[in-house]
């Protein structure tokens, strides 16, 4: 029975999916340098952006997943490619691997997320059932139970960082569906513009793949050590179930400990502050993966009369540092207005979370490239350097920004921090 249980686990975490439809180009190191990032914008030259909705549905057993057409012109120009995954009670996404950064917003429910690091010691242990107790992660190297990398309890409005490579799950072990908007941002390289756009249209057909159906079943079993029948049955095309499957006795011996995240959530930032002072690094193995971007009390622009907004950038999540991404989460109270602005680090890619908004983007040469209603469900791009500017509808306006930069810098044109109020009166009176 034993043996059997851990063939069956083998199949399970072993049996990584290769997101071949969404393998834009290959993550191309760090694109924190501001070479790169010019070399992005001189690539958006837009005649027109609007919101639009996920073109496609893949559907699975236990939930579905939806993709944006990455050939639209707005998301060639970020170089990202935007999903939503949707997991219904009690089901699992299956192990996985994109060749790109992501970062992922829990729009509603919770669960648990899994992310294995190459290299990185397995110094969690799932205990089994004890009389009296609930199961739960610990740390140690004891033999008794499953020894893996560590998981983490994710929330609604919870931001989820994923180095490019790194294998990840996720299981829904909550009340209602799981709701995530997945963001995959590779390297815009020039030289490689045409052939990833040649590639991709090919890769889209394929969809999810399983990578060990390529492999020769003895090499294989070899390799991993486990029965020629375990590797047929890791190799079989399972299209009826999809990249999401029901999970039929449940995973009640993954719990990770609840109360030691929150303490360590609630010690981060002052944590963060003082080794990056003594001048030292968090190890990628032990660096903190989530954090909540819905909290009030941490919001970074507050007004009583038109919103607020958090930023959650390389200081709240030192990770994004390494995968030099950041997020946003905005609400604009009904009919308020975000005064123009634009980004100077990377670009934004806007998903409409709630109600509606009047969205008008202007590009560096002055000319009205977007001038459109955006409504819940949408996504779209505000290229860098584009001056942007937000009015909300009757019903006022949620939204979440994925950023290519985890330091994101703007200029306003309005407000007591805008380019206008800083230049001397002279030179505004004679220009």
């Known amino acids: 029975m034993a043996v059997t249980t851990r063939l069956l686990l083998a199949v399970l975490f072993f049996a990584f999916l290769l997101s071949a439809a969404n393998a834009i180009r290959e993550y191309q190191g760090q694109q924190g340098q501001g070479g790169t990032r010019l070399t992005q914008a001189q690539q958006c030259r837009l005649q027109r952006i609007a919101g639009c909705q996920p073109s496609d549905r893949i559907e699975s057993e236990g939930g579905f997943s939806e993709l944006w057409d990455e050939n639209e012109e707005q998301f060639q120009c970020a170089g990202v490619a935007p999903l939503r995954f949707v997991i219904r009670r009690n089901s699992l996404s299956l192990p996985k691997f994109h060749p790109m950064r ?9 669960g648990i997320v899994g992310i294995t690091y190459p290299g990185c010691a397995e110094t969690f242990q799932s205990q089994t059932f004890q009389a009296g107790r609930e199961p739960r992660e610990e740390r140690g190297q004891g033999l008794g139970g499953d020894q893996h990398q560590k998981v983490h309890r994710i929330r609604q409005g919870d931001v989820v960082a994923i180095p490019a490579g790194a294998a990840h799950w996720c299981y829904n072990d909550g009340e209602e569906e799981l709701v995530a908007v997945f963001y995959l941002a590779g390297g815009v390289q020039e030289n490689e513009s045409q052939r990833a756009q040649t590639g991709l249209r090919k890769q889209r057909k394929q969809k999810f793949q399983n990578i060990f159906r390529a492999f020769d079943t003895e090499l294989l079993a070899e390799a991993i050590n486990i029965p020629s029948e375990t590797v047929r049955k890791m190799q079989e095309e399972q299209t009826e179930r999809g990249t999401i499957v029901n999970v039929r ?183």
């Open 102 to 110: 992501g970062l992922v917003y829990i729009q509603r429910g919770q």
């Open 249 to 431: 006795e449940g995973m009640s011996t993954i719990k990770p400990d609840e109360e030691e995240a929150e303490g360590r959530s609630q010690r981060g930032q002052q944590w963060w502050e003082k080794v990056t002072r003594n001048g030292l690094e968090e190890n990628i193995c032990t660096m903190k993966i989530r954090t909540n971007i819905e909290t009030q009390r941490r919001a970074d622009i507050f007004s009583r009369q038109a919103g607020k907004v958090n930023h959650v950038g390389r200081q709240k999540l030192p990770i994004l540092e390494y995968i030099d991404m950041s997020a946003s989460k905005g609400t604009i109270y009904p009919n308020a207005l975000m005064s123009p602005h634009w980004t100077l680090t990377g670009h934004s890619v806007v998903y409409v979370e709630r109600g509606e908004a009047q969205v008008q983007v202007v590009d560096q040469t002055g000319q009205q490239v977007m001038n459109d209603k955006v409504n819940q469900g949408e996504m779209f791009v505000v290229p860098q350097y584009f001056p942007a500017t937000i009015k909300a509808g009757e019903s006022g306006f949620e939204f979440v920004v994925f950023r290519t930069s985890s330091q994101p810098m703007s200029n306003q044109l309005a407000g007591y921090t805008s380019v206008i109020r800083a230049m001397p009166v002279e030179v505004l009176t004679n220009a």
